[in-house]
């Protein structure tokens, strides 16, 4: 999306895929992000202890198991890169003629990404079919060939 729309007309945070292999190959470990940060600390403490179920303490329970001992997306290591963003948008936010001229720039790039494109393009590179823009009948309406199998049968009651 950010070569269509440009870098300057997005909000991108997090590690890049090289940067995933490099945590990758040192081995994550989530207690480090954990041990390091107060607010991710907090805020899986408070998961874990009920904060945000009052009347089931272990409702989310298994959310912070998984962001501590499961985590296959690293979600954690993404954090302060993702509140840094959410601060860069609040302040491009704040200046409504960038905020439009984003968003306008963002619309106008979006063809690339329809759904008809990218259901057409599956169609060809994956399902190895042509795609076809014939316009079906509404599912009220009856089809063609269900008219025409139905003409012989009206005939013959009358």
Known sequence: MAEEMGRDNIFIFGMTVDEVEELKKRGYNAYEYYNRNPEIRQCIDQ?????????????????????????RFYLLADYEAYIKCQEKVGEVYQNQSKWTEMAINNIASSGKFSSDRTIAEYAREIWGVEPSWEKLPAPHEPREEDAAKEAPSKQAKK
């Not at 998961?47 to 985590?71: R, T």
């Open 47 to 71: 998961i874990q202890n009920g904060f945000f179920s009052p009347g089931n303490p272990d409702e989310f329970k298994d959310v912070a198991d998984m962001l501590m001992k499961f985590d």
